[in-house]
């Protein structure tokens, strides 16, 4: 059973939101603010937050920000802006979807459970090899293989770096200073030419499947597998 935490300061809305996804079976804690959710992260595990962006004290970018320094744990965000900058700030400071107030519960639980699908680590074969399949497409972390059709890619070190960060964030927008920092590091100096011409070559070696890997405009990539 999956433990969403929900954030909000208003009771009404996690009641609402509690109630929901009580009914289809996960878990619910809750917290009335961001800096009692990051203390309850502290002690409890979570497979999700739900949290709210206008909170007293610290709102919900800056909880987002304060958690990404010690958990990855997914997190959908509320709020009743829906103005394309504030959903890209969210993804920016690792917000994992981004859901408008008002909401539909029931779409609401929907993501929810795409959320979790998503970040759930990639199955183990038969061979016990960590891999994501997509049709024709195998991913093997394990063996660093990356195979089209029953034919292996030809990826250089650091396109298969970069797939494989991809794949593993699937579903996620990914901006280019958050894919340039995963893949390359943080001490990296280059520019965007060097993620976009990685990217380009990457393409070309999926055939097929390049279409997976979709151009964020002003933003990034997301890989949609």
Sequence with gaps: MARIMVVD???????LVKKYASFEGY?????????EAIEQLKRTMADLVVM????PELDGFSTVKEIRK????PVIMLSARGEEYDRIHG???????????????????MRVAAVLARVQPPAAGADGHECYTHE???VDFTARRVTVDGAEAELSPKETDLLFYLVRNKGIALTREKLLTG??????YGDDRTLDTHIKMLRRALGPYSGLVVTLRGTGYRFDG
């Design 9 to 15: 300061d208003e009771e009404k809305i996690r009641s």
């Design 183 to 188: 893949v390359w590091g943080y001490d990296f």
């Design 52 to 55: 709210d962006v206008m909170m």
């Design 91 to 109: 993804f920016e400071v690792g917000v994992d979807d981004y859901v408008v107030k008002p909401f539909s519960p029931r779409e609401l639980m």
């Design 70 to 73: 010690t958990s990855r744990v």
């Design 27 to 35: 878990e619910v804690v809750e917290a009335g603010s961001g800096l």
């Design 136 to 138: 024709g497409l195998i």
